[in-house]
C-alpha cells in the first residue's frame, strides 16, 4: 500500500518536533504546553490509525515504503517500511503515548512540559525504531531512545532514581555496543545496512554463532531475559508512572522485535542451533520469575517481575518454532508460536500499562507502593478496584481478556514441540494468577486496611478515561484476536520461512 | 638556500603561513600601543587575521597534491581542511575567552599573539614535508603553548603547570629530534617522500628504522597526550586558565594528527604493520582504558575533560593504526569532531564561571536545566555527543573508526573500544545527572561569556546535533582529503 505522503515519516517526526516546540515554549507555557502534548500525541494516534486501515493485510512485504540517502560514505540509508510484526507495535506505541499523557496531566508539578516533552521525543524515535529498514537508522534510533528515558526516570523518579537510570542507560548501552560491532561486521562483508540485505547475506556458522550472540545481548538485555533482567525491577520501581508505562509497554518490546526482525532472519542457522539456550532462559524467566514475583512487597516491583515472566512467553513463542518443525517435521505449524509471541508482545503492553496506570492512580494518593499499607480499597474506590480487577485477570491469562490468547497460543505451540515445555510454561498459568490475585487480594479486598485507605477518593474522570479505553482494548483483543492475527500472518509466514532456510 | 631560488609557486603555496606571520607581527606592535580598554582591537585584529587566512587557504587551495621549497613543503586538500578547522577552532578560542579574560583583567594582547603563533606552528607542520618542517611547527606549537598555560601570571597552579608541561614536553621533543636523526641517518633523506621510498627497499625489521621509530612514536604519543605519555595532560588542563585549556585541547590535536599522519603514514608508511602497528595498538588500547577508567575519579571537570581527552586519543590513535585510508579519514574525522565536542565543553565550563568563581568543579553543573533549560541542553548534547551516543555527532566519530579497525580484522580491538566506551559513558552521564536531577546550590544567573560567546556556544551545541543527523557531508569530506 502506498499513500502519496510519507506517513511513516510523519509519525516519526511529528511528536519530534511537538516535543522540541514543548522544550521551547518552557515552564511558563505549561497551560499550553500540555495542551499541544494532547494534541500532538493524539494526531499521532489517528495517523497511525490511518496507517492501520490503509495497511494491506494479504502480503508480507514492505509498505508505505520511503527512501532518501543518508550517509554516502556509510551506504546507510533512511529507510521506512512496515510489514505485518511493525505495523500493529507502532499503533501500540501511538495508543499509549496519548494515555501517558493524560495520566501525567495534573500528576507531575516538576517540570511538566519537559517531562511531555520527554515522552513525545521518545514516542517518535520508537516508531522511528519499528518503522526503520535500515540497520544503522535502526540502531541510531534505538540508542537515541535511551536519552529521554534516561531523563524520565532521572528527573521525576523516586528516591533512588539515580542508581536506576544509570544502571538501566549502561545496561543496555553495553547491550547494544556489540550489536553494534555484528552490524558493522556484517556491513563489511556485505557492503549495505539494508536489513534486507542483512537478511539475504551468506554467513558460515561461525559468523552467525557471533553475531547471533551479540544480537542476544543487546536484545536479551531489553526484553529482558533472565539473567540479565536486573536493572528493570530498579528502573520500574524508580520511574514515574508514565515512564514505567512506556517501559513495559513499548520499550520491552523493542528486544521482542529485535529477536523477530534481525536474530532470526539474519542468523537462522545459528538460532536453530542455540534455540535450546533461548527456550532454557525463557523457561527460567517463566518459572523463576514467578516464584520471585510472589515474594514482592512493593507493587510496581511485582509487576515488573511479572512482566519479564510474560516476556520469557515472547522469546519462548519466537525460538519455539525450530523445536516445531523438529519434532513434527513439518513446517505448518511452526508459525504458531510466533503468533502468540506476537499477541503476547501487544496484549503485554496493554496489560502491563494497564496496571502500572493502576499503582499510579494508587500512588498519586498515597505515595506509598508498598502492598502492606493497602486494603480494602475497593470499599473506598469502588470503579477503580473494578478496573484493577479486570487488569489482574488479564495479567493471569483468564481467558476472555488479551493475556489469554498470546499465553494459550505459545503454549499450544510448546505442546507441539515438547510436553514438558508446555508443562513448564504453562507453570506460569497457575504462578502468574497466585501472584496477581494475591496482590489483588491484599490491596483490594479485604476490610479497610488503615485510615488513609479509608479516606481515598475514586478515579477522577481522567483516570476513568485512561483506564476505561484500556479496557476495551484488553477485552476486545482478549474476545476477538482475529483482525491482530490477519494482519500479522502474510509476515509471520514470510519469517518462518527465513528462518527454515540456510543461509551456510 | 638562495632567496632567489624561491619561485612563485613557493610563495603561492605558503601564502597562508607567510600572511598569519606578518599580520602577527602586525598585532604584536599594534597591541603595544594599546591600553586595557582599548583592547577590543587586538581581538578584532586577530580575528581577521584569522578570517584572512581561510580566506587565502580557500583560494589557494590545491586540489592536489603540491610540493614546494624544495621539497619541504607540500599543500593537498588534507592540509587545507586541517588549517581551515584551526582557524575555526582558534577563532572559537578566541571568541570563548575573551570575556573570561576581561572580566578577570588579565586580557593580554600576549594571548592573542601566543594563539596566532601556536596556529602558525599548527600550519607549519599541517603543511610539512621534511624533517626539519614537521620539527619546526611542532616547536613552535610547543613554545607558544608552554607560554600560554603560563600566561595568567599571578597564578601559582598555572606556573606549575606550565612548568611541567615545558620539562617533559621537552624530554619528548627531544626524543623525536632524536628519532628523526636517527632515520636521516639510515634513510639519507630529510624529505618524507624520500624516506618512505628508502625505507620500502630495506629489508623488514631493519634495526636502525625500527630504534629510530620508536623515538618518533614516543613523541608523537606525547604530543597528543596518549598513554603512557599522558601525565601533563591533566596537571595542565588543570592549571591552565581555562580559555588557554579550550585553546589547548582543541587546534593543537589536528597538528597532532598531521604529525602522526605526516611521519608514520607518508613517511613510514613501509614499516607500518612490522614496525609502529603494535606500537600504536598498545598506547591506543592504554589510552582508551586509562581515559576512561581514571576520568570516573575526578571532581574536577577539567581534569574530567583532560582524562577524556586522552581515551579519545586513544580512538584517534585506533583509527591510525589500522593504516588503511579508511583508517586515516576516520581517525581524521574524529580529531574534527572531537575539536567541535572540545571547545564546546570547555565553553561550557567558561560560561558558568563568573567574576572571582571558576566553575570547575563537576558540582558546580549542579541543578542547570533549573537555571537555564538552554545551555543545559547544549551540555547534554556535548556530553552524550563525547559518550558515543547517537544521535551525536561523537558516535559517528566512534562507529567510522570502529569499521576502520574491524575492516583490518582486530575484532578484539573493536570490542575493548565498544566495552571501554561503556565505561566512559558513566561520567558524561554523571555530568548529565548534575544538572537534570540535582537541584542547584548556586542559583545565581549565568555570567561568563557575552552575547557573541552564547549564539556562537549555542550554534556548537547545535552543530553536535545536525553533523550526527546529517554525518555524510564531512565523512565524505574527510574521506577525499586523504589519498
Known amino acids: ?153 532521572g528527573v521525576w523518579g523516586g528516591p533512588r532514581r539515580v542508581y536506576a537510570t544509570v544502571k538501566f542507560f549502561l545496561y543496555t548501552f553495553l547491550g547494544s555496543v556489540l550489536m553494534l560491532v555484528a552490524l558493522i561486521y556484517m556491513y563489511l562483508k556485505g557492503g549495505s545496512y539494508s536489513i534486507a540485505d542483512l537478511q539475504a547475506l551468506p554467513l558460515s556458522m561461525r559468523e552467525q554463532v557471533l553475531i547471533f550472540t551479540a544480537f542476544l545481548v543487546a536484545f536479551a538485555v531489553k526484553v529482558p531475559m533472565w539473567p540479565v533482567h536486573t536493572w528493570l525491577p530498579d528502573a520500574h520501581v524508580e520511574a514515574p508512572t508514565g515512564g514505567s508505562v512506556i517501559l513495559a509497554a513499548i520499550m520491552l518490546k523493542m528486544g521482542g522485535y529485535g529477536f523477530l526482525r534481525f536474530s532470526l532472519p539474519m542468523t537462522p542457522d545459528a538460532a536453530r542451533e542455540l534455540d535450546w539456550l533461548l527456550i532454557t532462559l525463557s523457561l527460567t524467566a517463566v518459572v523463576y520469575i514467578g516464584f520471585v514475583a510472589l515474594v514482592q512487597q512493593d507493587m510496581k516491583k511485582l509487576i515488573a517481575y511479572s512482566s519479564i515472566a510474560h516476556m520469557g512467553f515472547v522469546t519462548l513463542g519466537a525460538f519455539i518454532a525450530f523445536e516445531i518443525v523438529r519434532a513434527t517435521g513439518q513446517v505448518q505449524g511452526a508459525a504458531m508460536g510466533l503468533d502468540g509471541a506476537m499477541v503476547q508482545m501487544i496484549s503485554h503492553g496493554l496489560v502491563s500499562g494497564a496496571l502500572f496506570l493502576c499503582i499510579g492512580v494508587l500512588y498519586d494518593r498515597m505515595h506509598s507502593r508498598q502492598i502492606a499499607d493497602y486494603g480494602g480499597v475497593i470499599n473506598t474506590m469502588p470503579i477503580f478496584g473494578a478496573f484493577m480487577v479486570l487488569f489482574a485477570m488479564a495479567n493471569a491469562g483468564l481467558p476472555g481478556t488479551s493475556g489469554f490468547v498470546g499465553e494459550f497460543l505459545v503454549i499450544l505451540a510448546a505442546f507441539k514441540a515438547n510436553f514438558w515445555y508446555a508443562f513448564l510454561a504453562a507453570v506460569t498459568l497457575i504462578l502468574g494468577a497466585a501472584y496477581t490475585l494475591w496482590l489483588v487480594k491484599r490491596v483490594v479486598f479485604g476490610p479497610v486496611g488503615n485510615d488513609r485507605v479509608a479516606q481515598l477518593q475514586d478515579l477522577n474522570g481522567r483516570e476513568s478515561l485512561v483506564l476505561g479505553v484500556l479496557a476495551v482494548a484488553v477485552l476486545a483483543l482478549g474476545l476477538w484476536p482475529a483482525p491482530l492475527l490477519d494482519v500479522m500472518r502474510p509476515t509471520i509466514e514470510q519469517l518462518v520461512q527465513q528462518m527454515m532456510m540456510t543461509k551456510l | 638556500m638562495n632567496p632567489a631560488s624561491i619561485t612563485r609557486l613557493d610563495l603561492v603555496l605558503a601564502a597562508p603561513e607567510l600572511f598569519v606571520l606578518a599580520a602577527t607581527c602586525v598585532v604584536l606592535l599594534v597591541d603595544l600601543f594599546l591600553t586595557e580598554r582599548t583592547r577590543w582591537l587586538t581581538f578584532v585584529l586577530s580575528l581577521l587575521t584569522l578570517a584572512g587566512a581561510s580566506w587565502l587557504t580557500t583560494v589557494t587551495g590545491f586540489s592536489e597534491r603540491t610540493v614546494g621549497w624544495h621539497g619541504t613543503y607540500v599543500a593537498d586538500p588534507l592540509s587545507s581542511l586541517l588549517k581551515i578547522v584551526a582557524y575555526g577552532a582558534v577563532a572559537v578560542a578566541f571568541l570563548y575567552g575573551h570575556g573570561y579574560l576581561q572580566v578577570r583583567r588579565i586580557l593580554k594582547g600576549e594571548y592573542y599573539v601566543l594563539g596566532l603563533f601556536a596556529l602558525l606552528g599548527i600550519m607549519v607542520l599541517v603543511s610539512a614535508n621534511s624533517l626539519v618542517t614537521l620539527y619546526l611547527g611542532v616547536e613552535l606549537l610547543a613554545l607558544s603553548l608552554y607560554a600560554l598555560v603560563a600566561f595568567n601570571r599571578e597564578s601559582g597552579i598555572a606556573a606549575e603547570a606550565a612548568i611541567k608541561y615545558f620539562v617533559l614536553g621537552s624530554i619528548a621533543s627531544g626524543a623525536l629530534l632524536y628519532g628523526m636523526s636517527i632515520i636521516y641517518g639510515v634513510t639519507g633523506s630529510l624529505e618524507l617522500g624520500v624516506i618512505s621510498n628508502a625505507a620500502l627497499q630495506m629489508p623488514a625489521g631493519q634495526i636502525g628504522l625500527l630504534f ?21 595532560v591533566p596537571d595542565v588542563y588543570h592549571g591552565a586558565p581555562t580559555p588557554v585549556t579550550l585553546f589547548l585541547a582543541a587546534a593543537p590535536k589536528l597538528g597532532s594528527f598531521a604529525l602522526a599522519f605526516r611521519l608514520l603514514a607518508e613517511g613510514l608508511g613501509a614499516v607500518h604493520a612490522t614496525g609502529w602497528q603494535d606500537m600504536i595498538t598498545m598506547v591506543a588500547v592504554l589510552s582508551i582504558i586509562v581515559g576512561n577508567v581514571v576520568a570516573i575519579a575526578q571532581t574536577n571537570i577539567k581534569r574530567m575533560l583532560a582524562y577524556s581527552t586522552i581515551s579519545h586519543v586513544g580512538f584517534i590513535l585506533l583509527g591510525i593504526l589500522a593504516g588503511t585510508s579508511q583508517g586515516y579519514s576516520a581517525a581524521l574525522y574524529y580529531t574534527i569532531t572531537y575539536v567541535i565536542m572540545s571547545v564546546g565543553g570547555f565553553g561550557m565550563v567558561i560560561l558558568l564561571s563568573r567574576k572571582g568563581f571558576e566553575a570547575d568543579s563537576l558540582e558546580d553543573f549542579k541543578g542547570l536545566n533549573a537555571r537555564n533549560p538552554w545551555f543545559a541542553a547544549v551540555m547534554l548534547m ?73 549564539i556562537v556556544l549555542s550554534l556548537n551545541g547545535l552543530a553536535v546535533l545536525a553533523l550526527g543527523l546529517y554525518p555524510g557531508l564531512l565523512l565524505e569530506l574527510c574521506a577525499r582529503v586523504i589519498p
Open chain 2, 212 to 232: 629510530g621509530l620508536a623515538f618518533i612514536v614516543v613523541g608523537v604519543a606525547f604530543k597528543f597526550g596518549a598513554v603512557p605519555f599522558h601525565t601533563w
Open chain 1, 1 to 153: 500500500m502506498q499513500l502519496d505522503w510519507p506517513i511513516l515519516s510523519v509519525l516519526v517526526w511529528l511528536p519530534v518536533a511537538a516535543g522540541v516546540l514543548l522544550l521551547l515554549v518552557g515552564e511558563r507555557g505549561l497551560a499550553v504546553g500540555r495542551w499541544i502534548a494532547l494534541a500532538a500525541s493524539l494526531a499521532t494516534f489517528a495517523i497511525s490509525v490511518l496507517l492501520w486501515r490503509e495497511f494491506d493485510s494479504r502480503t508480507a512485504s514492505m509498505q508505505f515504503f520511503e527512501q532518501q540517502p543518508w550517509i554516502g560514505a556509510f551506504n546507510a540509508w533512511y529507510t521506512l517500511g512496515v510489514d505485518g510484526i511493525s505495523m500493529p507495535l507502532i499503533v501500540l506505541t501511538t495508543f499509549i503515548t496519548p494515555l501517558v499523557v493524560i495520566a501525567g496531566w495534573t500528576a507531575i508539578e516538576k517540570r511538566p512540559t519537559q517531562y511531555f516533552a520527554a515522552f513525545l521525543i521518545l514516542e517518535g524515535l520508537m516508531i522511528g525504531v519499528f518503522a526503520a529498514l535500515d540497520a544503522m537508522l535502526f540502531y541510531v534510533l534505538w540508542e537515541a531512545m535511551l536519552i529521554p528515558m534516561f531523563v524520565i526516570i
Open chain 2, 382 to 454: 556535548l556530553m552524550f555527543s563525547m559518550a558515543g551516543v547517537p544521535p551525536f555527532v561523537g558516535f559517528w566519530a566512534k562507529l567510522a573508526v570502529i569499521q576502520a579497525v574491524l575492516n583490518v580484522g582486530s575484532l578484539w580491538l573493536a570490542i575493548v573500544a565498544v566495552a571501554l566506551s561503556v565505561v566512559g559513558a558513566y561520567y558524561y552521564l554523571r555530568v548529565v545527572k548534575l544538572m537534570y536531577f540535582d537541584e542547584p546550590t548556586d542559583e545565581a544567573a549565568l555570567q561568563g561569556g557575552g552575547g557573541a560567546m552564547r
